[in-house]
């Protein structure tokens, strides 16, 4: 491509409404313009990313056995009133009527259609397994749209679902997109990782998030590094310390603390490390009387996981927090000096807190706590459970190490949807003994536009962007320095271009007649992951410049090995 | 390709409420399935054919320096409000509101979004000219939606928009996409013709538009098969024969007509040809007294043309028929017996009257006609205008031989909007004087998934569709018979389709073990162009048949040979 018959528009500034980096730099770098809130058109230089990050996704989809289809972006209300998501969904799904009051949406996404489709279409058990995807438009009417395309209102995305006569075979295919999802991050050139996950409100059972590693992510996940292990911080399961409680060393003591009403208030006053402490969370139980305060224990650093607790049976889902009038008639106390020792009600206890000896609590008296207090001693053994997000240094789950805390930026989804929405649209075939059954079904999306600012929030220097090579608008800019004025320049850097080109090579060559200045800062921006510069110095004496976006120094190199250094390069390069 | 990796869903009969061919072999084959009316999923097979086109597309476009880029589907309506097409357009724009209750729509077109892109990126002539194309999915909501993807409601469009720093480079542009657009059509193996047109409600003047041939069309299009000259029916001027009018040879007689009211029962009664009678057609002037009649002649067997009549100075516009209380007032006679003998008023005729002697036309008395009537010596030498649609047998306006007419699809349109929208948006540019200017506009459109449905409208059988065979699903099939028994044929099967591959050749191995009957009604159905059948039966004597679509008997070919058949075949065909 000559920049020339291109379009290259770089701002000094972004526009002031821009909040994150991607953002920004997408901005700034022209990759993007805004038309509305959370609505962009793709600029040139933006599009040759997303087609790149669009092959790669269908390449990998065919090569694992899924057919491409496209279904509609307006699709009719008809359809989401069968799955009963017309009603569940939210005001993210934007609903339109036709010239004729005809209730439709814009998609969201397409379970719905494709479900039709597959019960037209699928008949027989012969006829399965099937998994169609498309790359399409869909528009998710968020309230509050930002972070530029991370997360936009209409926006791309590689969808796929799979229609199964039994669960084995989902299974089958859910391992077999684990490893297409995991296949096409690795070509993408992106840091990843494939995270346990909540369903969500797509719901069926059994998901992984798959997530670009950047600090700016919004979902904390903790990860094994010493092994595949990766979960929702939310969702990964914490264990105790592993080693067995000691024995009390202190006897127990009721002291006086004034005013406070937070574990750090508490640790603080006592001068003692906030480890030693235990939180008391009052929460309401779902038995007979209903609402009854069940005591919940977490050292006091920890945080309680809701999600865990309200699973816990007997324990009132949503997770409820008791009132202060029903926790006063209980305890005898207010909230910042509750405990277990003279609570007749329930009490659970976190595995770590189960691993504590002479800890800190409160007394259940107003200003007042225990120092030296100690399980089984004090008061009754608790039932024991995990009650708590992980922090960095728990034990992994799997056994293979500690875990550490990352923060990662969702780009891929896989859902084992099961038989909600067969059910629900009547999706049915006929198996092997003519019987008529729902089919199993799994879903699989990809945020191919999310994609780009994932990959930029994870690659980036105070320039601009550095593109992983895969998806980099171009693999290579050619700089000729004074094209204008020398004829030499002007046609070594034409042979270099066209060599290159030849060579496969998705090049660029800068024709603009910019000072060096203003294409190199273009190009920084712009962030192609290999530049070469070509100018009079260099070549009087048969040399050429050569440095990638992420090197500190500037090679040089004979012009007549140019193809074959860039060709290495590229192949070394990720 | 593996058939038993992909979709293949035929269907024995249509559903009923398909209306044209196009749509009912599409539905049959499996090419796409309805969603809604207008709406539709493109299946694998459709999808296959859909892809090609868009890449045969960009391709052109690309090579004629346009650059892509993708606007979104949603758009703001202060932007339409900008362009006042918020209130010009009709129903057809699909309207909605967000959750905020911020009035958006589903774009049928992106001149405003585009218009406001170039406004803000495009300042100076320096960067001018510049052509931005996308192939977008529009929606347009159709009255009546119908035919399929030919008038669907969600369609792909390529649309491209191009600004200039003047009319003649808008000129030069329009030029280059007349010619790309010629060149696209050709690739796609269409039979085609570029057709003078009306600009419709898209305004600005200058377009043409492309236009598959097919006896289904809904356009009526004269052309000169000794020349590129086509215009749509009505805008194509008509010329008389181009000879002197006779002189008189009869006297002018009044003669009874009783009960005869249209030129068909005139010419009837007479028991003469109805080219030698005037239609006398009474419409409104504009001038003073507003709606004063005026007489229009047209040669009994020709049409009056509207949009050519209204366009005469002295005629209100749009065209409007005189009442019958004003007729009377006016000629002393009811419609069906009216002429220009004894009329007062304006008298227009058409060219082809001007040529015509001893004419029958009306006596301005209810149910008598003059037969033997003659210009300048009965009544006075009228205005002589263009006033009808062309017919076959007309001259070709530009000299070069008769016009035909034929029916068209329009598949493409181009158009010079000139300043239209950058002066509704104030998409100004600096000259080179430093003057600000308004940008020339030029917008160029082709309706991706409506070729799909004309060219099956032009290329079909009893059979089914006859793809060109560069937007076929596959170029070839291979049917072995008898998969499922034979060892020889499954080997030399295997092994022709991976040399097949090998060769380029975009190949299906349909390995789903049909019976052959199956197998050909399914791929002449989807109108594969080529196919291969391998058998034991020719097997043993080293053979394989290959067949054409069109062809009428297969051929005996040696399987050493295949491949290099095979490819001659393609490179033929088209």
């Known amino acids: ?271 003692i490390p906030v480890e030693t402490t235990v939180k008391a969370i009052v929460v309401k139980g779902d038995e007979t009387p209903a609402g009854e305060p069940v005591l919940l224990m977490v050292r006091g650093d920890h945080e309680l996981n809701a999600i865990k607790a309200q699973k816990i049976e007997g324990i009132l889902s949503p997770l409820t927090f008791a009132s202060p009038e029903d926790i006063l008639v209980a305890f005898g106390a207010n909230p910042g000096s509750l405990g277990p020792i003279g609570f007749k009600g329930r009490v659970i206890m976190d595995r770590t807190v189960a691993a504590m000896a002479d800890f800190v609590i409160g007394a259940n008296d107003d200003d007042w706590h225990y120092v030296g207090a100690n399980i089984g001693r004090d008061f009754e053994e608790p039932e024991v459970a995990d009650l708590r997000n992980v922090v960095a240094g728990d034990p992994s789950p799997d056994g293979k190490g500690s875990l550490e805390i990352c923060r990662g930026i969702e780009v891929g989804h896989i859902f084992q949807l099961r038989t909600k929405y067969s059910e629900a649209m009547c999706c049915r075939f006929l198996d092997e003994n003519g019987r008529e059954q729902h089919m199993e079904m799994g879903c699989y999306g990809i945020g191919v536009t999310r994609i780009l600012g994932a990959a930029i929030e994870q690659n980036n220097d105070a320039r601009g962007i550095i593109w992983p090579q895969a998806i980099a608008p171009f693999e290579l800019v050619l700089c000729p320095v004074g094209l204008g004025k020398s004829d030499a320049v002007r046609e070594h850097a034409t042979r270099l271009y066209e060599s290159l080109l030849e060579a496969g090579i998705d090049v660029i060559l800068d024709d603009r007649n910019e000072r060096p200045g203003v294409m190199f800062a273009d190009w920084e921006l712009i962030g192609v992951p290999h530049r070469v510069v070509i100018g009079d110095r260099g070549l009087k004496d048969g040399l050429i410049e050569y440095q990638g976006r992420r090197d500190v120094e500037a090679l040089q190199i004979p012009l007549a090995q140019a193809v074959d250094f860039i060709r290495g390069k590229l192949t070394t390069a990720s």
Request: hydrophobic letters at 40%; proline letters at 5%; aromatic letters at 10%.
């Open 1 to 271: 491509m000559l920049a020339s018959r291109f379009f290259i528009s770089t701002l000094k500034e972004a526009p002031s409404d821009a909040e994150v980096t991607s953002q920004k730099l997408m901005l700034r770098a022209g990759l993007i313009r805004k038309v509305a809130a959370g609505i962009y058109t793709w600029m040139p230089m933006g599009l040759r990313s997303l087609r790149k990050v669009e092959t790669i996704v269908r390449e990998e989809m065919n090569r694992a056995g899924a057919i491409e289809v496209l279904m509609p972006a307006v699709q009719p209300a008809e359809l989401w009133q069968e799955s009963q998501r017309w009603e569940a969904y939210g005001p993210e799904l934007l609903r339109l009527k036709d010239r004729h009051d005809r209730d439709f949406v814009v998609g969201p996404t397409h379970e719905e259609v494709i479900t039709d489709v597959a019960r037209r279409e699928l008949k027989s058990y012969r006829q399965l397994p099937r998994h169609f995807y498309q790359v399409q438009t869909k528009f998710r009417d968020e309230i509050r749209p930002r972070f530029g395309v991370m997360r936009g209102r209409e926006f791309t995305m590689k969808d796929g679902y799979s229609f199964h006569a039994d669960y084995a075979d989902l299974e089958r295919e859910y391992r077999n997109m684990y490893d297409t999802y995991t296949r096409i991050f690795t070509r993408l050139g992106l840091d990843f990782r494939a995270v346990a996950a909540d369903t969500g409100s797509i719901g069926g059972t059994g998901s992984h998030e798959f997530h670009v590693i950047a600090e700016t992510g919004e979902d904390d996940i903790a990860y094994c590094p010493d092994s595949d292990f990766a979960a929702n911080v939310e969702l990964a399961e914490a264990f105790g310390p592993g080693v067995a409680r000691p024995s009390p060393s202190r006897s127990l003591e009721k002291v006086h603390t004034p005013g406070v009403k937070t574990i750090a208030d508490l640790a603080d006053y006592l001068k």
